[in-house]
Nanobody, 124 residues
């Protein structure tokens, strides 16, 4: 089993920045690709960003390209999401996810483990 815990969410004004963190524990973390998704109540879960095990491939959702950056530490036990130029439409609960594969995926159902989520609220 893998446990994922997100942190770093909060309230920020439009144009501001936040950095989300996701810490993994449990089974060997290094074999997993990681991703970030977000969800607004009443709407479908949306892909934000993902990163391969090696960190060399990192796809992004169209809504966040050029503003968000995903990264992971060298020990591969944490993944981060740097969010810049935030907009009110970025308001959502952000979830960290891990999958038992080397390659990043943009599809939520490809992920085996999920965190509890962290709220990000961007005020206008």
């Amino acid at each position: 089993q893998v446990q994922l815990v997100e942190s770093g969410g909060g309230l920020v004004q439009a144009g501001g920045s936040l950095r989300l963190s996701c810490a993994a524990s449990g089974r060997t973390f290094g074999i997993y690709a990681m991703g970030w998704f977000r969800q607004v109540p009443g709407k479908e879960r949306e892909f934000v960003a993902a990163i391969s095990w090696s960190g060399s491939i990192a796809p992004y959702g169209d809504a966040v390209k050029g503003r968000f950056t995903i990264s992971r530490d060298s020990a591969k036990r944490s993944v981060y999401l740097q969010m810049n130029s935030l907009k009110p439409e970025d308001t959502a609960v952000y979830y960290c996810a891990a999958r038992q594969a080397l390659h990043a995926s943009t599809v939520g159902n490809d992920y085996n483990y999920w965190g509890q989520g962290t709220q990000v609220t961007v005020s206008s």
